[in-house]
């Protein structure tokens, strides 16, 4: 057996410890990529509300229009006709709560609609309030869940069978006062 001298162990080891190396430092890169990614989704986005579409829509300062992620609202569409029991209540709602004032948004996976729309968590900058959650607590909308955003999922459907439990809004007795 041929004996290997020092020099040629030592750099038998460095050359194993650069191909080592190599896809650790790869792998690293990745992961710093995907983090960073990750993190400006999860960078809040702050906006001014200038119109209230309807119960689950809005557009913003920058022209955007958001639907809110998670929810859905009855339907306000034009004709008259075709209003839904609660509407215009869930209508009237999101404007009490965001028409003119500044809320932060934050995104989930997937940034937009087959409409064009941004899709969003929406939250009041002023007290944080979670403008979807609260929707749905308040029985003005019902829990819609569209993979692959489904981050909040769970709240808003326990919201839901709250409001239900309860009778607010929309499982009211008297649920459709505007559209009769």
Known sequence: ???RSKKQEIQGQMSRGVTFSLPI???SLLFIVILAVWI???RPEIKTVVKVVDGDTIILDNGETVRYIGIDTPEVSVPVTDLECYG?????????LVAGREVKMIRDIKNRDKYGRLLRYVYLTSDDTFINLELVKDGY???LAVYPNVSYTKEIKSATEAAQR???????ENNCPLTK
């Not at 215009?88 to 009490?96: G, M, Y």
């Not at 309860?166 to 009211?172: A, F, M």
């Open 25 to 27: 430092i790869l792998l």
């Open 166 to 172: 309860d009778k607010k809004g929309l499982w009211s």
């Open 1 to 3: 057996m041929k004996q």
């Open 141 to 143: 909308a019902r829990s």
């Open 40 to 42: 400006s989704w999860q």
């Open 88 to 96: 215009p209540e869930a209508t009237i709602r999101n404007e009490e």
